[in-house]
């Protein structure tokens, strides 16, 4: 009987399986948004939405925002900097 030489590893396992449709990834816990239409997980919040008629702010992805704008504007400021220096 023929045995093989290596183990195979989860993603050639998975290659196999999903190549001729035997495999069917199932999500029951993924909604449809009311509002935006969006697939999310239910009591996550994903973007700034509306909940019981309130807007709801997502403030992780809020602040990540201001912050890279912030460092974008230091930046901007010692480009500035640097070019009154050098003329």
Same mark, same amino acid.
């Given at each position: *009987?023929?045995?093989? !030489?290596? !183990? !195979?590893?989860?993603? %050639?396992?998975? *290659? %196999? %399986?999903?190549?001729n449709g035997t495999f069917k990834a199932d999500f029951t816990n993924v909604i449809v948004d009311s509002e935006s239409g969006e697939f999310k997980l239910p009591h996550h919040v994903i973007n700034d939405t509306y909940k019981n008629g309130k807007l709801q702010i997502n403030l992780r992805k809020r602040a990540k925002q201001q912050q890279s704008a912030k460092e974008e504007s230091e930046k901007a400021e010692e480009n500035e900097t640097l070019k009154t220096q050098s003329e």
């Open positions: *009987m023929a045995v093989p !030489k290596k !183990k !195979k590893s989860s993603s %050639r396992s998975g *290659m %196999r %399986r999903g190549s």
